[in-house]
């Protein structure tokens, strides 16, 4: 693959730098186990009470209307339909929490993607992260991973209360904040979707064909199977 250039590189995490059975095995599980629990001892709580309201909503019901027991129900079967709804992420990560700091749970990144993001970074490069899971969540994986912590490499981090990561106004609102023009950030994703909706907005794309990735030939997209086959120039 040829050198792109770009002065930023925004990275999804599922399917990218990060085992999607790590997400769905191992995170999903922990949340779906603690989920009820967590819903009950924090009742009135920012996150719970957000959650409940999207649930009332969806329901067209009152929040009075929403139990805890009902609302843990509802955000169990989201966690089941991989539902990408900002306030369950939000709930997730503060359960993810007590999870990561315990020391009982640590974030997967594949091999080769902490070298490349420290070239990258030694390069002049600015790093930042998309994904559907929360902030919050984020740098919890991030800072609890095997490799230690990795925050420190990223000059940002962006969920979906900047946008849906299907839509290209998420992806232009990403590079006014990082203070770019979209076509100077490399979007990497494994979902050809969320690439092309990044390419609309002017990035530039890079498919990540973990293992169980489907490749799309024809999507416009170059492919890579690791972060080392990438080349980023700066300019």
Same mark, same amino acid.
């Given at each position: ?55 009332? #909503?969806? =329901? !067209? ?5 929403? %139990?805890? /027991?009902?609302?843990? $129900?509802?955000? &169990? ?43 990258? #970074?030694? =390069? !002049? ?5 998309? %994904?559907? /899971?929360?902030?919050? $969540?984020?740098? &919890? ?59 609309? $907005? ?34």
């Amino acid at each position: 693959m040829a050198a792109i250039p770009a002065r930023a590189v925004l990275v999804d995490i599922e399917g990218t730098t990060t085992d999607v059975r790590f997400v769905h095995d191992t995170l999903f599980s922990v949340a779906r186990r603690e989920l009820a629990a967590y819903v009950s001892a924090h009742a009135g709580s920012p996150e719970v009470e957000a959650a409940r309201s999207a649930v009332a #909503r969806e =329901r !067209g019901a009152s929040e009075q209307a929403v %139990s805890d /027991g009902e609302l843990a $129900a509802a955000l &169990l079967a989201w966690i089941d339909e991989d539902r990408k709804e900002t306030t369950l992420k939000a709930l997730q990560g503060k359960i993810w929490r007590s999870a990561y700091e315990s020391g009982g749970l640590r974030g997967h990144v594949y091999a080769d993607v902490e070298p490349a993001l420290r070239r990258w #970074r030694d =390069r !002049g490069v600015t790093l930042a992260v998309f %994904s559907s /899971g929360s902030v919050e $969540a984020q740098k &919890l994986l991030f800072r609890h991973t095997t490799s230690g912590d990795l925050t420190g490499l990223f000059t940002a981090f962006f969920d979906t209360t900047t946008g849906p990561k299907r839509e290209a106004g998420a992806y232009q609102r990403i590079a006014e904040a990082l203070g770019l023009a979209p076509g100077q950030v490399l979007f990497l994703s494994d979902v050809v979707a969320e690439l092309d909706a990044a390419a609309a $907005a002017g990035m530039r794309t890079v498919q990540l064909l973990r293992p169980g990735t489907a490749r799309y030939p024809g999507s416009g997209h170059p492919v890579a199977e690791r972060f080392d086959e990438i080349a980023v120039e700066p300019g």
